[in-house]
């Protein structure tokens, strides 16, 4: 192989081969050819240095920091949700309570008086339900049609 | 690719999750950085589309595929922000300080060899260099020849077939060494150029 062939080679050629290796027509000229090997080594060691000088770059010092900010900022997060642990905790307590001792006062009449029961059923209460059960009025949406839900 | 951090395991639900956040994304702040710096050849819109893109990478981390490559997943976020914010990167390329590529080469040519350049001179080269080569070929040359990535793995990065990412590779790997030899006329001359 020619220097000039060998030329437009080195100038596409992967790193790999121009430092020798493998065994291709290109790295066996450069083994053979001092110039052509010298011009390799010039692109390798250029290239090389450009990389290493990438490799030490880095974000400003704020970068963290920002990060850390604006990450707390995000819907989801769960350093947000941390945040309001301490007023969704006695929420949740209240709302426990409450589904704890409504049933037992629901056994206890017999019939519901449930917010969910339309006004006109909730002001003449005419269900009786069977001993030990409760019942629960649910507005469908649709006047002529109500659910009573036994439990 | 060098130091390639372990492929994620998607545990991720459907919300931010800290944990994976922490494991999957923080070890890519520096590589997010500098694949930054190669798109907008800027340190300080750098700095803004490394921010954006974690905080992005966060959001979305439950979109992460499991058999994917975190960094094909940050580098597609990286791009896409880095677009928006610089808007039409044929304009910002025409940005390019043309005295930079005289004064970078002329830093080259002064020391006579890449060893005696300080850190600062050396990157005001590479961006210099770079400001040479279209958007494509700076970011596969990049990936494949600094970062040391497979062109098919550069390729799924960029999201365009093999076959064109070698192409460009080849395109900017001449244009970059052509401007190295330059530096060098006594070893151009043998090589025919």
Redesign the interface.
């Known amino acids: 192989m020619k220097c000039e062939e060998a030329g437009e080679l080195i100038f596409e050629a992967d790193l790999e081969e121009l430092g020798m290796g493998g065994d291709s027509p290109l790295t066996g000229h450069l083994r053979e050819c001092g110039e052509c090997r010298q011009a390799a080594e010039v692109i390798l060691g250029t290239e090389s240095a450009f990389a290493a000088a990438f490799d030490s770059l880095a974000p400003g010092r704020s970068f963290e920091e920002s990060v850390v900010t604006a990450i707390s900022a995000v819907p989801g997060s769960s350093r947000r949700r941390l945040r309001a642990l301490p007023v969704l905790l006695p929420l949740a307590a209240a709302a426990a309570l409450f589904l704890l001792i409504f049933p037992l006062w629901n056994r206890e009449v017999g019939v519901v008086r449930d917010p969910f029961v339309p006004a006109l059923l909730a002001e003449a209460p005419a269900l009786r339900t069977p001993s030990e059960r409760s019942a629960m009025i649910l507005d469908s949406g649709d006047p002529d049609y109500q659910i009573i839900w036994l439990f | 690719m060098r130091d390639e951090p372990e492929r994620a395991v998607d545990e991720g639900g459907g919300?931010?999750?800290?944990a994976l956040?922490d494991k999957l994304v923080r070890p890519f702040?520096?590589r997010i950085?500098?694949w930054a710096?190669?798109m907008t050849r800027d340190?300080d819109d750098?700095?803004d589309v490394?921010?954006e893109t974690?905080?992005r990478a966060?959001?979305h981390i439950a979109t992460f595929r499991k058999e994917g490559r975190v960094s094909t997943w940050l580098y597609r976020i990286t791009r896409n922000v880095a677009m928006e914010m610089m808007g039409n990167p044929r304009k910002q390329r025409e940005r390019s300080d043309e005295r930079a590529i005289e004064n970078a080469a002329g830093s080259l040519r002064t020391d006579g060899?890449?060893?005696g350049?300080d850190?600062q001179q050396?990157?005001r080269?590479?961006h210099a260099f770079f400001g040479e080569l279209s958007d494509r070929q700076r970011e596969v040359f990049?990936l494949v020849?600094?970062?040391g990535c497979e062109p098919i793995e550069a390729a799924e990065m960029l999201e365009i077939d093999a076959a064109t990412a070698r192409t460009h590779l080849?395109r900017a790997?001449?244009l970059?060494?052509?401007r190295?030899?330059e530096h060098?006329p006594e070893?151009?001359e043998?090589?025919?150029?």
Do not use: N
Request: proline fraction near 6%.
């Open positions: 919300s931010p999750d800290p956040f702040y520096q950085y500098r710096l190669v340190p750098a700095d490394t921010q974690v905080i966060y959001r060899s890449e060893g350049l850190h050396l990157l080269i590479v990049d020849d600094l970062q080849f790997r001449r970059i060494r052509k190295i030899m060098h070893l151009a043998v090589l025919g150029r």
